[in-house]
């Protein structure tokens, strides 16, 4: 039987207050979008085994951390990826690592 990939596992909740990410093994995480006060992409060196590009909303009382591949992930860049300001650059600048990183890609302006 085919391994399933790992980010088949979780399981992206998107409505119009906020985004959760449930997976078996972890805590549900939950960030209201109004909420949200960084948005970065997490790279590591844990691939193909483990994610290894995470799209992660920091939130004024929490975190959701979606992996690149999951159901959902595509609809969540989509969305932040409209907020004024968000950096593109940075994007690309991931896209290529493949170390232990975090890249920045908005930050609510104070």
């Not at 992409?41 to 483990?50: S, V």
């Not at 009382?61 to 159901?71: E, F, K, L, R, S």
């Amino acid at each position: 039987m085919a391994q399933l990939n790992p980010e088949s596992e979780f399981k992206v909740t998107i409505t119009d207050l906020f985004i959760r990410v449930e997976h078996p093994s972890i805590v549900v995480e939950q960030v209201f979008w109004n909420d949200i006060h960084q948005i970065s992409i997490i790279t590591t060196d844990q691939g193909p085994f483990n994610p290894d590009v995470w799209l992660t909303l920091l939130g004024d009382d929490g975190i959701c951390q979606i992996p690149q591949g999951c159901t959902g992930y595509d609809e969540v860049y989509d969305i932040v990826s409209q907020y004024e300001g968000f950096d593109f650059d940075e994007v690309i600048k991931a896209m290529q690592s493949t170390q232990n990183n975090e890249f920045i890609l908005w930050k609510r302006k104070s």
